[in-house]
């Protein structure tokens, strides 16, 4: 199958990338720059020169035509769209949050539905951050499945860097969503999109060095350089986690291999966790690093999961039932998220 997927540079794409070229599926990615595009290139040599990898330079997601040119690649059949900023180090949340989320995703979709004919499947990674829903995280008589959107809007950008956000995944995602079902639009193929909470796991993209690395993944970097040894910091509202790897996965599943899962939201998540949990893992595995570690069990303390009758539940059974993901587990996700920070100077 031949695939084109957005933001090939970035963690959760990277591990989409390998998957599919283990597959023997041919690749089209695009990137920002010339220098990240040359990073692709050089871990799949072979694809590369047999053409199985193609890597595009696709400068500003935030510009509507950015994906004119790509989407005219003869014979796509599936749209994996994983490029959208995750960083909370913006000083404008329109410009530098919303624009690209939002125009990212009406953009692409636009550009295939004019010129991509082939195209029969678009598989959008959304986030949990457009399911939840602020005002419920600590209430225990509130589910969250795959019918929940954050009530959130443009007019709340400003009130917290993570609720500026929660609102360009939000927006992206009705946007995708209603250009789909806009008969104006004259769609030809269906849309799904995937909603995964935090994603951990292995590092395999190109990281310039440990400071550059993703967002949801900096936590386990700071525990292993001792950030969390007085006081393991609070879990937050993101209390619901999946491996990196089954996130992939299920992009995977639901663009290429189930066809049922066209017109469906995706609620991927192996579960609740805490911060509290990841270090003892951590600590039990890896004892090289004891000194780094939270320093007694009152350290601990502060990172715990919320007592259950003070937090949201969860349920996303409809997307188990139509992706079957055997999900990793938390355990086995921190020793493999620290072997490979290891690997790269932790
Ligand atoms: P990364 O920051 O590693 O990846 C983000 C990707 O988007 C990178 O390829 C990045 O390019 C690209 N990108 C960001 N901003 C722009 C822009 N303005 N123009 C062009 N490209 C841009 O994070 P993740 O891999 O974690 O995120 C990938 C997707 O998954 C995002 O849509 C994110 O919202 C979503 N997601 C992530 C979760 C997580 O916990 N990690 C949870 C739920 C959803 P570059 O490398 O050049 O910066």
Known sequence: TKVLLTGGSGFIAAHILEQLLAKGHTVVTTVRSEDKAQKIREAYPDKASSGELKVVIVPDIAKLNAFDEVVKEPGLEVVLHTASPFHFKFQDPKTELIDPAVNGTTGILKALARSAPTVRRVVITSSFASVMDEDKITDPNHTFNEDSWNPVTIDDIHRHPMTAYRASKTLAEKAAWDFVKDPANN????????????????????????????????????????????????????????????????????????PEAGGKRLFTTAGMFSNSEIARIARKNFPEYADKFPEDEEALKSGELPPADKRFKIDNKRTNELLKIDFISLEQMVVDTVRSLKERGA
């Open 187 to 258: 769609v030809k193929f269906d849309l799904a999109t995937i909603t995964p909470p935090m994603v951990f796991g292995p590092v395999i993209h190109h990281l310039a060095s440990l400071s550059s690395i993703n967002t949801s993944n900096e936590r386990i970097v700071d525990l292993l350089q001792g950030k969390w040894k007085k006081a393991v910091p609070s879990t937050g509202a993101g209390i619901v986690w999946i491996d990196v790897r089954d996130v992939a996965r299920a992009h995977i599943r639901a663009g290429l291999e189930v």
